[in-house]
């Protein structure tokens, strides 16, 4: 058997890759619900019954092409921080990390596609991709879906569509979302009415790990709520154009930030480079709101030579269960602030202090 | 903009109760109802009033008691209950969706865009589902030529639905 930190690909591999737009747009994601006809739904099944779907499903998943390298394992057999660092990575939801005997998971190696066993539904299956790409997410999991529909007899209702456990799934199953680092909307004092304007288009927009949860680091998730009553198409094209738009309002703020508040910019930026390259113990929470303003400094050219990539990958590093797995004993969360200020400062070592005036910014 | 708001559940009367509800994680959602579904919907006194009741509790449970007419409704599939369906929000199996549908029909209507899917559908289903959609409107036809006395088209009519329907179930799987 596999061991699923052995195939899981590095943190550094896992944030360095790019897609378009991806200095607002950190990822794309489309999923669909699925259920077999002749189960109860999860939340409902006895344990026996999740069990047989699990072993029913599992084979004809990792049986696709597209999961020709991947890794399957089910819930039980996984351990708290393994799940964690799964939800750190948003491979699966928190719900799902929470879940035992009788629901699994199934992912590729290099994290485009997971597949979530007895989540809510019997199959939450996910396509994933860097940057602003929700299109291509959808063709990628569109062709999943129909390479399994071959195998397996999901539960369809020709005026309801694909039936899910939750009436708020129900039809197409979709749940489109994009990943977004607005720091500029936040910084502008713009974030509330963008955030107002996007929920009354009936899109929802949430934090860092998605419902319920809050947008730690500037990062804010906008997806489709409704799924009955519009095609996969429609929502796929709605959400572009909205999203088109959010990242031309957070290219603006900052725009206007730079010219109108420019020691506001830097303050704020400056500020976070001192107390990450400098500090001897940090939370996780900290780390991130101020790798969120470092971020946007490399956007904004205020640190020349440094790399995106590099603040990305603090980001996942420095969470718990990250941060937890690079280290050989287990930790109070205490000593892992210490743990964790420690690797920030010898990861910014080579990342010189904020010039003040980015490159070219008269130009701009 | 100044165009009269239409109540978002039946979608053709005019709203005279505008709702918003702000839930604990700052979420904000907005809802305009005539007078009927306000009614309908239980939302008399709006103090009392939540979102989050009407979409998994008071509105459902209301629907579906009515739908029961008094006594609980399970589903024969899985025995899964209106009461369980009041606790968690969530169905029991696919089959529920045909135990509770009267109830959810409402329900739908406030959550979606429409309450008719529209989109992809199983490939071995989707032959069937062209179908039965043409069914529906040969059968619609046909009663109306039947009224109007127009019985050489009634008859065409009546061939056509008897190859579609002998063809339909052959096909399906």
């Given at each position: 058997?596999?061991?699923?930190?052995?195939?899981?690909?590095?943190?550094?591999?896992?944030?360095?890759?790019?897609?378009?737009?991806?200095?607002?747009?950190?990822?794309?994601?489309?999923?669909?619900?699925?259920?077999?006809?002749?189960?109860?739904?999860?939340?409902?099944?006895?344990?026996?019954?999740?069990?047989?779907?699990?072993?029913?499903?599992?084979?004809?998943?990792?049986?696709?092409?597209?999961?020709?390298?991947?890794?399957?394992?089910?819930?039980?057999?996984?351990?708290?921080?393994?799940?964690?660092?799964?939800?750190?990575?948003?491979?699966?939801?928190?719900?799902?990390?929470?879940?035992?005997?009788?629901?699994?998971?199934?992912?590729?190696?290099?994290?485009?596609?997971?597949?979530?066993?007895?989540?809510?539904?019997?199959?939450?299956?996910?396509?994933?991709?860097?940057?602003?790409?929700?299109?291509?997410?959808?063709?990628?999991?569109?062709?999943?879906?129909?390479?399994?529909?071959?195998?397996?007899?999901?539960?369809?209702?020709?005026?309801?569509?694909?039936?899910?456990?939750?009436?708020?799934?129900?039809?197409?199953?979709?749940?489109?979302?994009?990943?977004l680092?607005l720091?500029?909307l936040?910084?502008?004092?713009q974030i509330n009415p963008i955030v107002q304007s996007v929920n009354k288009l009936g899109l929802a927009v949430?934090?860092?790990?998605?419902?319920?949860?809050?947008?730690?680091?500037?990062?804010f998730?906008v997806?489709?709520?409704?799924?009955?009553?519009?095609?996969?198409?429609?929502?796929?094209?709605r959400l572009?154009k909205v999203m088109a738009q959010i990242?031309e309002h957070e290219?603006?703020a900052?725009?206007?930030?730079?010219?109108?508040?420019?020691?506001?910019?830097?303050?704020?930026?400056?500020?976070?480079?001192?107390?990450?390259?400098?500090?001897?113990?940090?939370?996780?929470?900290?780390?991130?709101?101020?790798?969120?303003?470092?971020?946007?400094?490399?956007?904004?050219?205020?640190?020349?030579?440094?790399?995106?990539?590099?603040?990305?990958?603090?980001?996942?590093?420095?969470?718990?269960?990250?941060?937890?797995?690079?280290?050989?004993?287990?930790?109070?969360?205490?000593?892992?602030?210490?743990?964790?200020?420690?690797?920030?400062?010898?990861?910014?070592?080579?990342?010189?202090?904020?010039?003040?005036?980015?490159?070219?910014?008269?130009?701009? | 903009m100044?165009?009269?708001?239409?109540?978002?559940?039946?979608?053709?009367?005019?709203?005279?109760?505008?709702?918003?509800?702000?839930?604990?994680?700052?979420k904000v959602q907005a809802?305009?109802?005539?007078?009927?579904?306000?009614?309908?919907?239980?939302?008399?006194?709006?103090?009392?009033?939540?979102?989050?009741?009407?979409?998994?509790?008071?509105?459902?449970?209301?629907?579906?008691?009515?739908?029961?007419?008094?006594?609980?409704?399970?589903?024969?599939?899985?025995?899964?209950?209106?009461?369980?369906?009041?606790?968690?929000?969530?169905?029991?199996?696919?089959?529920?969706?045909?135990?509770?549908?009267?109830?959810?029909?409402?329900?739908?209507?406030?959550?979606?865009?429409?309450?008719?899917?529209?989109?992809?559908?199983?490939?071995?289903?989707?032959?069937?589902?062209?179908?039965?959609?043409?069914?529906?409107?040969?059968?619609?036809?046909?009663?109306?030529?039947?009224?109007?006395?127009?019985?050489?088209?009634?008859?065409?009519?009546?061939?056509?639905?008897?190859?579609?329907?002998?063809?339909?179930?052959?096909?399906?799987?």
């Amino acid at each position: 058997m596999k061991d699923i930190h052995s195939f899981l690909c590095s943190p550094a591999e896992s944030t360095h890759r790019h897609g378009p737009n991806d200095r607002i747009v950190m990822s794309s994601r489309v999923r669909l619900a699925r259920n077999l006809r002749d189960a109860a739904f999860p939340g409902w099944a006895k344990k026996p019954e999740r069990v047989k779907v699990w072993e029913t499903i599992q084979p004809a998943v990792s049986a696709l092409p597209e999961m020709a390298d991947s890794f399957a394992e089910a819930m039980d057999n996984l351990t708290a921080l393994d799940k964690q660092i799964l939800v750190e990575r948003h491979l699966i939801s928190r719900e799902h990390a929470a879940k035992n005997v009788g629901s699994g998971v199934v992912l590729n190696h290099d994290e485009t596609f997971c597949v979530m066993i007895n989540e809510e539904d019997h199959l939450r299956m996910q396509a994933l991709r860097p940057g602003f790409q929700i299109r291509e997410a959808w063709q990628a999991i569109d062709r999943l879906d129909s390479g399994l529909e071959k195998k397996l007899n999901f539960a369809f209702d020709n005026e309801l569509g694909y039936l899910t456990a939750c009436p708020t799934n129900l039809g197409t199953g979709i749940r489109v979302s994009s990943m977004l680092h607005l720091p500029g909307l936040v910084l502008a004092e713009q974030i509330n009415p963008i955030v107002q304007s996007v929920n009354k288009l009936g899109l929802a927009v949430r934090g860092l790990y998605g419902e319920g949860t809050e947008a730690l680091g500037n990062v804010f998730q906008v997806s489709n709520q409704m799924t009955l009553g519009e095609s996969e198409t429609v929502i796929v094209e709605r959400l572009e154009k909205v999203m088109a738009q959010i990242i031309e309002h957070e290219e603006n703020a900052r725009q206007t930030l730079l010219e109108k508040k420019p020691k506001v910019v830097f303050n704020h930026i400056g500020r976070a480079y001192g107390v990450l390259a400098n500090a001897h113990s940090i939370s996780s929470k900290e780390t991130m709101n101020l790798l969120s303003l470092m971020r946007l400094g490399v956007d904004l050219e205020l640190f020349p030579g440094a790399h995106r990539g590099l603040i990305d990958e603090l980001f996942l590093m420095t969470q718990p269960a990250h941060l937890q797995k690079s280290l050989s004993d287990k930790l109070s969360a205490e000593e892992r602030d210490l743990v964790r200020a420690d690797m920030v400062r010898d990861r910014l070592k080579n990342v010189s202090r904020p010039v003040t005036k980015p490159p070219g910014s008269a130009a701009n | 903009m100044s165009a009269k708001k239409i109540c978002s559940v039946c979608k053709e009367k005019p709203a005279t109760v505008f709702l918003t509800n702000i839930s604990a994680d700052n979420k904000v959602q907005a809802m305009d109802l005539c007078d009927d579904c306000a009614k309908a919907k239980g939302v008399n006194d709006p103090a009392t009033f939540g979102t989050a009741d009407l979409l998994f509790g008071l509105g459902a449970a209301q629907g579906l008691d009515a739908a029961a007419g008094g006594a609980e409704l399970k589903c024969s599939r899985c025995g899964f209950s209106q009461a369980d369906f009041k606790k968690s929000g969530r169905l029991g199996c696919p089959e529920c969706y045909r135990t509770f549908a009267e109830g959810l029909s409402g329900l739908l209507k406030t959550m979606h865009k429409g309450v008719r899917h529209v989109g992809k559908a199983p490939e071995a289903l989707r032959q069937t589902r062209e179908n039965v959609d043409r069914l529906k409107t040969l059968q619609k036809k046909l009663a109306k030529a039947v009224e109007e006395e127009n019985y050489e088209a009634a008859a065409t009519l009546r061939d056509e639905i008897k190859n579609l329907s002998g063809a339909a179930p052959a096909k399906s799987r």
